[in-house]
C-alpha cells in the first residue's frame, strides 16, 4: 500500500501569509493526487485534482504541483477562512490513502 | 445540485451489525463509482470502500475487509455499507464521496455530510 506523509503537521501562519504543505508519497503515482480542505464537524471540500488542477469554485490563491512521490499545496495569501485541516490522497490504485492531514492554525 | 446524504448510523454495542445507507440526487447515479471514506473523532480520514460504476467491481480496506460489504441499488440511487462484527475502533463519522473519473481527472469531488456510527457496550 503507498503511504502518504504531510509536513508540517501543524502550520501556524497569520491572514496574508503564503504557506505550503508538503505531501510525500512512498512510491510513486503519477500526478493522481488530490487535495481537501476540513473545517470541524464538515466534510472534506475538493480543492485541487491531478496534482496541479483547480477544482470549480476554488480560489485562485490556492495552487498544487509536483508529481511521482513529491508534492505541493500552496495558499498564496491566507485569509481568515482558510484555516483549516488539509488532507492529500493518491488515486494511484487501492486504497487510496490519504495523508494524516496538516492542521493550519492562525499565529 | 449534486448531493449525497448519509442515514442510519446509531450507536451499537460491539459484535453487532449496522447498515448505512448514502442517498445520491442530482446526477446519474449509475456513472459514477462512489466510496465510503470515515473519520474517526479528532482522528483523519481512511478510505473504507468503493463500488465501481461499472456495477460489480468492489475493493476495502484491509480494515474492514470480511465484515463489511458494500452494495448499491442503482433503481434507488442509493449506496449502502452492511457493517457486521462491529468493533469499537469502527467508531467514526462515515461520509459517501463521489469519484470523479471524468477525462483522467481522479477525485472525491462531492461529499455527503456524514452519519455517526458510536460502538460501545
Known amino acids: 500500500d503507498i503511504q502518504l506523509t504531510q509536513s508540517p503537521s501543524v502550520l501556524s501562519a497569520s491572514v496574508g501569509d503564503r504557506v505550503t504543505i508538503t505531501c510525500r508519497a512512498s512510491?510513486?503515482?503519477?500526478?493522481?493526487l488530490a487535495w481537501y480542505q476540513q473545517k470541524p464537524g464538515k466534510a472534506p471540500k475538493l480543492l485541487i485534482y491531478?496534482?496541479?488542477t483547480l477544482q470549480s469554485g476554488v480560489p485562485s490563491r490556492f495552487s498544487g504541483s509536483g508529481s511521482g512521490t513529491e508534492f505541493t499545496l500552496t495558499i498564496s495569501s491566507l485569509q481568515p477562512e482558510d484555516f483549516a485541516t488539509y488532507y492529500c490522497?493518491?488515486?494511484?490504485?487501492?486504497?487510496?490513502?490519504f495523508g494524516q492531514g496538516t492542521k493550519l492554525e492562525i499565529k | 445540485q449534486v448531493q449525497l446524504v448519509e442515514s442510519g448510523g446509531d450507536v451499537v454495542q460491539p459484535g453487532r451489525s449496522l447498515r448505512l445507507s448514502c442517498e445520491a440526487s442530482?446526477?446519474?447515479?449509475?456513472?459514477?463509482?462512489i466510496h465510503w471514506v470515515r473519520q474517526a473523532p479528532g482522528k483523519g480520514l481512511e478510505w473504507v470502500a468503493v463500488?465501481?460504476?461499472?456495477?460489480?467491481?468492489?475493493y476495502y480496506a484491509d480494515s474492514v475487509k470480511g465484515r463489511f460489504t458494500i452494495s448499491r441499488d442503482n433503481s434507488k440511487n442509493t449506496l449502502y455499507l452492511e457493517m457486521n462484527s462491529l468493533r469499537a475502533e469502527d467508531t467514526a463519522m462515515y461520509f459517501c464521496?463521489?469519484?470523479?473519473?471524468?477525462?483522467?481527472?481522479?477525485?472525491?469531488?462531492?461529499w455527503g455530510q456524514g452519519t455517526l456510527v458510536t460502538v460501545s457496550s
Open positions: 464521496a463521489r469519484e470523479n473519473s471524468v477525462a483522467g481527472a481522479r477525485a472525491f469531488d462531492y
Open positions: 442530482g446526477f446519474i447515479f449509475s456513472f459514477y463509482s
Open positions: 463500488f465501481w460504476s461499472d456495477g460489480t467491481t468492489k
Open positions: 512510491q510513486g503515482i503519477g500526478s493522481y
Open positions: 491531478v496534482a496541479s
Open positions: 490522497q493518491h488515486l494511484n490504485n487501492y486504497p487510496p490513502s
